[in-house]
Antibody, heavy 120, light 107 residues
């Protein structure tokens, strides 16, 4: 069974940092591209970042570029999102998701999400 | 950036009726469009990719059509479990973008 489990969310002050983790099981992690998507309370979905299977290709949304860093550890079946200089508008549920197939850039398995709240 | 505009924002229908949801792109996405369903408190679920291909396990009542700037998701006969929010997403170019969603509610 494919599973993705996010962790690391919580309450942080503006300007602070958090590191989200996504541990996966049930598939060969090193074969798959991965992404982070977020959803502000009561709002729609926003793509945040993408990483290739090897980690050599990375993309970010303009809204987080220069502040967030995506990475992965294929030996640990883990995906990460380092979030720095957090702002109130970063408040959201953050989902990790698996990309459907090589370069397909659709997302077929998702985690349950972890809530990040940026507030003083 | 490709902007996806979904319409209507809210659609009120009864079980058994046909639902037609629209996704209009600010520039061509070719056939590189997906559709997701999201229920309250749950992660999104991939329904359709490449405009018309059903994802694994998705019932045949869900179908996608269109290309270019006008794409459609059709649910042929609504089941009670289909009432949810639906999002389109393009993968034609970076950044990846989602539409704002269509809420399908019971009439």
């Amino acid at each position: 069974e494919v599973q993705l489990v996010e962790s690391g969310g919580g309450l942080v002050q503006p300007g602070g940092s958090l590191r989200l983790s996504c541990v996966v099981s049930g598939f060969t992690f090193s074969y798959y591209e991965m992404i982070w998507v977020r959803q502000a309370p009561g709002k729609g979905l926003e793509w945040v970042s993408y990483i290739s299977s090897s980690g050599n290709s990375i993309h970010y949304a303009d809204s987080v570029k220069g502040r967030f860093t995506i990475s992965r550890d294929n030996a640990k079946n883990s995906l990460y999102l380092q979030m720095n200089s957090l702002r109130a508008e970063d408040t959201a549920v953050y989902y990790c998701a698996r990309v459907l197939g090589q370069q397909s850039l659709y997302f077929d398995y998702w985690g349950q999400g972890t809530l990040v709240t940026v507030s003083s | 950036e490709i902007v996806l505009t979904q319409s209507p924002a809210t659609l009120s229908l009864s079980p058994g009726e046909r639902a037609t949801l629209s996704c209009r792109a600010s520039q061509s996405v070719s056939s590189y469009l997906g559709w997701y369903q999201q229920k309250p408190g749950q992660a999104p679920r991939l329904l359709i990719y490449d405009a018309s291909k059903r994802a694994t396990g998705i019932p045949a009542r869900f179908s996608g059509s269109g290309s270019g700037t006008d794409l459609t998701l059709t649910i042929s006969s609504l089941e009670p479990e289909d009432f949810a929010v639906y999002y389109c997403q393009q993968r034609n170019s970076w950044p990846l973008t989602f539409g704002q969603g269509t809420r399908l509610q019971i009439k």
